[in-house]
Each structure stands twice: as C-alpha cells, then as structure tokens.
C-alpha cells in the first residue's frame, strides 16, 4: 500500500510539472520518455524537509551548485557510490523499496500515455457528478439516495469526468491568448507569455483522450459511441477557440459554428452517460438519450445567460456572446428567445414520450433542482431572463479587471416556459 502512495506521488507531481510548463519537448534531454519522472523525484526530493532548509534556501543551493554538476561527475558519483547508471539506478530507488521496484518498471513505459488527474479538476467535476447521480440515475432504475448505487460506480465516473475537466481547464486557458487565430497553430511569442501552455498546446496537438481510451479499453468499456462523443469534445473545444478568438479580434463567426458548438458541449453528460450503461451491461436507450441531449441543450443555453458577464471576461464560448456577434445587441434576445422557444418544443414532445412515471420523476427533479438553484435556476415554471446585452466587450473587461475564476460546465436539468421569453423580446 506505501508503495502505491509513493507512486501515486510521482504520478500527481508528474502532472503538476506538465502542467506549469516546465517540460520542453524541443530539448533533446527533457524529451527523453524517462525525463518526467526524474524531474517528479528530484522536485520530491527537493521539497522533503531536510533540519532547517526553507524552500528559499534549497532553492539558493541548488542554483549554486547546479553549474558544477555534469554528467562526467555524475558518472564518477555512480561509480564512487557503487550505483548503476540505468534503469536500476537512483531515479528507480529514491523512496522505492526493492520490493515496490518491479511496480514501477511495469509502469514505466505508461507514464506518458497514462490517464492522470489532479486534485483540482475532481474539484471541479464534483458538482457535476452530483447533478448527473441526482438527473439520470433516474433513466436506468437506479435511486440516487442509495450509497450502494452511487459508490458502485462512482470510481470511474468521477475519473472520466475529472480528466474531462482536467483537459476543459487547458483549453480555457488556450481561448485567452491573445492570438488572432487558433493557439494551437501559433508558436510562443518572442517573449515566451506562452511558455507556461506548451503542454496545454501538446495536450491538444495529439489525441488528448488517448490516455482515457487506454483505460476504458482494458476495463472492457470502450465501445465506438463513446469513441465519438470523445470526438465530439475535441470538436467543441476546437469551435470554442476558433469563435472566442474571433470574438476577441472582431471577426465574422458562423452561425452553424454556434449551434453545432451548443449541442456538442455537453459531450462529457453523453460520456457518463453511455458509460453507465457499458458498467451495467444494459443497452442504450435511443429515446432516453435523445431527450436528455435536447434537455441538455437547453441547460446550456440557461447557463450561459447566467454566466453571461463572467464568459464574456473569461472569453470563454456563450451562446448569447455569439448571438450578439452575428444579430446585433437589438436582434440577438429575439433569435436566442426564437431559439430556446423551437427546442422547448421537441424537449416537450420527446418529454411525453417517456414512460410517464419517468417523465414525472424527472419533472420533480428539474423543480427541485429549481428551488435549489435560486437566482441561477429561475422560477419553478421555468421562466427564461436575458441579461442586459454588453455591446462592448472590450470596454467591459477594462472596466471589470479581476482574476480569472474558472468556467462551470453547469448543472444539466431544464423546465420549460420560452415562449414567456419570446413574448419579452419580440
């Protein structure tokens, strides 16, 4: 069990480097597949309390002695204190127990390949894994009030979704550069502002759920559905980039940009979703799983009205953001309303086809849900609210300077009633 904590020690501080950036692919030393492993040890081993050495005073010993080490002394250390310079060595050893080591080797061509989350991004998923036990337990028989039916599957669904907000949480941080087409396109500028999201940048170059693909498919998981909404993520995160730089630098955007980017953004619910039926060995249900998409979206568009100023200084995708853009601050309530009014509609029909002890199950939620959002969720009828349009989004964020909070994928129930909207706007 030490052995295990030790490793998941490495494993979180290997993560932690990559994500400040201290990792350059383009040297020849530190794209050596073991490179991010040793740094992970020697960062341990740096922040072990050694007598009365601050962090400062490391910190002061290590830039001085650091020029004076080369691999010729390192080579003379090894030999001097009867180490082996491979995969045995002192890298292997440092806090590993001869018996734990045949662990580490087994992992240790996974390393970068290997699915990891952080603290931070279980944080964040938290809220979310609540909202879906609480709203779709419900569409596979399952009481949400019972531990034994959570804490079953709760394991790999709250990974599945911490690694998705892990990856949210980088693209968020791609959308406000200040670039004038896609990040991932453009190098570092000659200042290096950017180097702290060279493994953002990675992370999005390749196939950023290989990892999580790895994963699923030795669990017996994976199947070619969830394959795709993974797809459709990347998807979403790429038209997410594309229209906030657009925003940012006052281009044109598409419409059909904007609506495939809203139904596509709640990729991560399908996720858990179609997993949750994998873990049950249950087959999809195709009306469940279109009803709960167009409620999905309709949740999105509610978010997004309340989350209005917040993404607007974040520069981060809203679909009120981008009506502006492309209808003007006069026609954009009216389109959005005449949007949310034409989907409400199929949220109703599909609605009353659902087995009408699910439909009233779920209608309980969403006023539950309600009552339980206060401002965010609106009244109990479901009335819609358009905040006052920012013509300006520049002036805005000048007038409105603070630190970035990070984004809320949101909580995914809906009740009905845009037609009152309609009547406000039109």
């Given at each position: 069990m030490e052995g295990l904590?030790?490793?998941?020690?490495?494993?979180?501080?290997?993560?932690?480097?990559?994500?400040?950036?201290?990792?350059?692919?383009?040297?020849?030393?530190?794209?050596?597949?073991?490179?991010?492993?040793?740094?992970?040890?020697?960062?341990l081993l740096l922040i072990q309390p050694c007598g009365n050495l601050d962090m400062e005073a490391k910190s002061g010993l290590i830039s001085a002695s650091l020029s004076k080490i080369s691999a010729p002394f390192l080579e003379e250390a090894s030999l001097f204190l009867g180490e082996k310079n491979?995969?045995?060595?002192?890298?292997?050893?440092?806090?590993?127990?001869?018996?734990?080591?045949?662990?580490?080797?087994?992992?240790?061509?996974?390393?970068?390949?290997?699915?990891?989350?952080?603290?931070?991004?279980?944080?964040?998923?938290?809220?979310?894994?609540?909202?879906?036990?609480?709203?779709?337990?419900?569409?596979?028989?399952?009481?949400?009030n019972k531990p034994q039916s959570v804490f079953r599957y709760l394991p790999l669904l709250s990974f599945t979704e911490?690694?998705?907000?892990?990856?949210?949480?980088?693209?968020e941080k791609l959308t406000q550069l200040p670039t004038s087409g896609d990040p991932l396109n453009e190098p570092p500028d000659a200042e290096g502002n950017q180097s702290c999201l060279i493994s953002s940048v990675k992370s999005f170059k390749t196939d950023p759920f290989i990892p999580l693909v790895h994963l699923l498919e030795r669990l017996g998981l994976m199947t070619e559905r969830i394959k795709e909404e993974f797809k459709c993520g990347e998807?979403?995160?790429?038209?997410?980039?594309?229209?906030?730089?657009?925003?940012?630098?006052?281009?044109?955007?598409?419409?059909?940009?904007?609506?495939?980017?809203?139904?596509?953004?709640?990729?991560?619910?399908?996720v858990l979703n179609l997993l949750l039926y994998q873990l049950r060995g249950e087959k999809v249900n195709e009306l469940h799983m279109e009803f709960l998409s167009v409620s999905e979206c309709l949740v999105e568009v509610s978010d997004d009205l309340f989350d209005y100023e917040d993404d607007v200084l974040e520069n981060s995708f809203n679909v009120l953001r981008m009506f502006v853009r492309i209808y003007g601050s006069v026609g954009a309530p009216a389109m959005l309303a005449k949007f949310i009014s034409e989907t409400e509609d199929k949220y109703i029909c599909l609605l009353k086809a659902l087995d009408p002890l699910l439909s009233v199950k779920y209608q309980e939620r969403c006023e539950e849900a309600t009552s339980e959002g206060g401002e965010k969720s609106g009244s109990p009828l479901g009335s819609w609210s358009i905040p006052p349009i920012i013509k300006d989004e520049d002036l805005y964020r000048s007038e409105h300077l603070r630190p970035t909070t990070a984004t809320n994928l949101g909580a995914h129930v809906i009740t009905v009633g845009a037609m009152e909207c309609m009547h406000l706007f039109i």
């Open positions: 904590k030790k490793l998941e020690k490495v494993q979180n501080t290997m993560m932690f480097i990559q994500n400040r950036g201290l990792i350059d692919s383009s040297s020849p030393h530190l794209n050596h597949p073991d490179a991010n492993r040793f740094l992970a040890n020697f960062i491979g995969k045995e060595g002192i890298c292997n050893d440092f806090s590993v127990h001869s018996d734990q080591k045949a662990i580490l080797q087994s992992l240790d061509t996974e390393f970068n390949d290997m699915a990891i989350v952080g603290f931070d991004a279980m944080q964040r998923a938290n809220s979310t894994l609540e909202d879906f036990c609480r709203s779709y337990f419900m569409f596979h028989g399952m009481d949400a911490s690694y998705i907000y892990q990856l949210d949480n980088l693209n998807q979403y995160w790429t038209i997410e980039r594309k229209l906030c730089s657009a925003l940012t630098n006052r281009l044109e955007i598409s419409i059909d940009d904007v609506m495939t980017a809203i139904h596509l953004k709640s990729f991560d619910y399908r």
